[in-house]
């Protein structure tokens, strides 16, 4: 499949590990220019350095200029950004009883608010050009709430409602915009929360993940490399008539259609 993507620039926060990582490398294998972007600068750098083109910046997407900056470094290096990929941490765990305006206040800033500035300033130069990818690394969550993360279920579900609207005002502009929602994808995020649950129920890490995987139809936890393959396919030209979707890649696990 030609992807298209040879020459464009995209731009990936949150990618010096897990999801955004393996986005940025299938990104980069197609012949994108990319920009890795992380709290941590010197592992945004060094990651970059293992690709054909591509840079990497310390940005903390909580600081009021943090925008600005990324977007103008991104620029200077590389020209305009044509495929966006939102991406950001996870919120603590919690159940929705533990939920508190200012926690959700904190959750929505993470999961919605940072993502809003940066289409904000990179929207403008898609339309202008008449081709712009965003693809959003969401959860499973927002279509089958997570039990213990209320805070996830609800910041994603925000973003979801706010990307599906502006999809349809923008397709016709020639940029697509879409969410890829992972199940139980073996990252540190992931690891993270299956400690977190045997903490809380007594048990081992390794039987919490068993009882997880006998869940899945696949009856394993996917690989990062194998989600990543769907952002590169939305990113690509083979999606140019695909906008407003929400792309599972769960093995199964969520059991509407």
Avoid: C, H
């Avoid at 394993?220 to 599972?248: C, I, N, P």
Wanted: net charge neutral; no cysteine.
């Amino acid at each position: 499949m030609e992807t298209g993507l040879r020459g464009r620039t995209a731009l990936v926060p949150g990618s010096t590990a897990g999801l955004g990582l393996a986005s940025a490398r299938l990104l980069a294998g197609e012949g994108a220019n990319v920009v890795l972007a992380g709290r941590r600068g010197d592992l945004a750098a060094a990651e970059a350095a293992r690709l054909p083109s591509a840079v990497g910046l310390g940005v903390d997407l909580t600081e009021a200029d943090a925008v600005d900056r990324l977007v103008g470094a991104a620029t200077e290096r590389f020209g305009g950004v044509d495929v966006l990929v939102l991406n950001s941490g996870g919120p603590r765990p919690g159940g929705a009883t533990e939920l508190t305006p200012e926690s959700a206040a904190e959750a929505l800033e993470l999961l919605l608010m940072q993502q809003i500035r940066l289409v904000r300033a990179l929207l403008p130069g898609m339309r202008e050009r008449g081709w712009g990818r965003i693809v959003a690394i969401g959860s499973s969550g927002v279509q089958a709430p997570l039990e213990g993360l209320a805070l996830s279920n609800t910041g994603r579900g925000a973003l979801a409602g706010y990307l599906k609207t502006l999809a349809a005002e923008v397709a016709g502009d020639g940029v697509t915009v879409n969410m890829v929602l992972p199940g139980r994808i073996t990252t540190d995020r992931v690891a993270s929360l299956d400690r977190a649950r045997a903490d809380r129920t007594g048990t081992s890490p390794e039987e919490v993940k068993a009882a997880a995987e006998a869940s899945i139809p696949a009856r394993r936890y996917g690989t990062a490399e194998e989600f990543a393959s769907a952002v590169v396919y939305l990113a690509s030209d083979a999606a140019s008539y695909v906008t407003g979707v929400q792309l599972r890649v769960d093995g199964g696990l969520v059991r509407s259609y």
